[in-house]
């Protein structure tokens, strides 16, 4: 891999570290202001909603300005949610301000892989690029769950630089400040991310003709035989990964009797599933054979309400990590060939927009619903089943889909050394 590869590497490793270290920050502080529990998984809600309403519009930023600068100026107005939390704004406001941040962060992250790297290396570097993301995720809640543990944010509040007066005061206001200073790091290392000389694309002036730019570059990927398959599956696994984080912090309450700072370590041990599953689908899979990790998927949503029979930890962490392995080993597959097809249709910076917005309004219903189910009423062990059940019937359509697609047309998986379809 090119040098520059792992400066991208490095910058995205210390963004999501700060972004994962920050929900579980700002689960706390909704507890501590004792909102009503169907306020948390809202924190997700509030973090996707500028990936839906922005779509349209970031892609083509992405692509109009070098993407290393768009990455730079998205970590400073992550660091400025962050300021706002600190300044005592309600956690959804300021998690939605970050989610801003992250919203104009994504099209130009994923984007500078395929103008950096040939296509031949896209599933090896997005296998690199999930596994380090996955350790930042582990890194970042347990993180998060340090910080908020009272006995060690004491001992960080006892310490001062000489002659200068810190003035924090509280568990809050010191997690905020380590928070923001990942992102401060990442920023800097944004800087030094190599040009990649492809040339930029003009920013249409009008909002209405960038609209309808976004919404051919929409119905061209849905239209896609193989773009259409993987934009299902990443659609469906993003929604799916972030109802599971806040199911895991509930389930662990209700089944382990953990409290938040060791059920968010529980999140950590998923993420170590997905870490290894990632890892080795960039060893054994090439794009070429990356619709035939699809039932990997249907796994994953059938191994999910095995968790309502677990009440011990020593049997819940294996449980994780194998949940976690089959979602890591099927998603990056899906991810690199969704990347590419997007590349070859329509540019980098749109095609990861138009990717954002399904996968996030994924996000903002199956997170919305989960907050309704637990709003009426509904045990955290009935969701469980209905959410496993759900994953798998859905990932089974998918694969029908795709067959439906291959006895059409007999050559649509054949990618050629150029990565056209025939």
Partial sequence: MPFGFYIIMAAQFFSALADNALLVVAIYVLRDMQAPDWQTPLLKLFFTISYVVLAPFVGAFADAMAKRRVMFASNLIKVGGCALMFG?????????????????????????????????????????????????????????????????????????????????????????????????????????????????????????????????????????????????????FWGAGATLQFIVIDWADHALGLGLSQASKLQGVVAVGIAAGAILAARRISLRGSVRVIPLGIAMGLLVPIMVFVTQLWLAIPLLIIIGACAGFFVVPMNALLQHRGHMLMGAGN?????????????????????????????????IVMFGLFVAAAMYLVRRWHHANQRRHDDVSELDDGGTVH
């Fill in 351 to 383: 095609s990861i927009a138009v990717q954002n917005f399904n996968e996030n309004l994924s996000i903002l219903v199956m997170t919305g619903l989960y907050a309704a189910l637990l709003a009426a009423g509904l045990s955290v062990h009935v969701v």
């Fill in 88 to 236: 005592f704004a309600h956690p959804l406001l300021a998690y939605a301000v970050v989610g801003l941040g992250a919203a104009a962060y994504s099209p130009a992250k994923y984007g500078i892989l395929t103008e950096y790297l040939p296509h031949r290396l896209l599933v090896i570097a997005n296998g690199w690029i999930e596994g380090l993301t996955v350790g930042a995720i582990i890194l970042g809640v347990l993180m998060g769950g340090l910080l908020i543990d009272p006995s060690l944010s004491a001992r960080m509040l006892e310490f001062d630089l000489p002659w200068i007066q810190t003035g924090l005061d509280t568990t809050v206001e010191v997690s905020l400040v380590v928070v923001g200073s990942l992102y401060a790091i990442a920023a800097v290392f944004n800087l030094y991310i190599p040009d990649t000389g492809v040339p930029l694309r003009p920013l249409r002036a009008s909002p209405l003709a960038l609209v309808r730019d976004f919404g051919g570059c929409f119905i061209g990927l849905w239209r896609d035989r193989l773009g259409q398959i993987s934009l299902a599956v990443t659609t469906l």
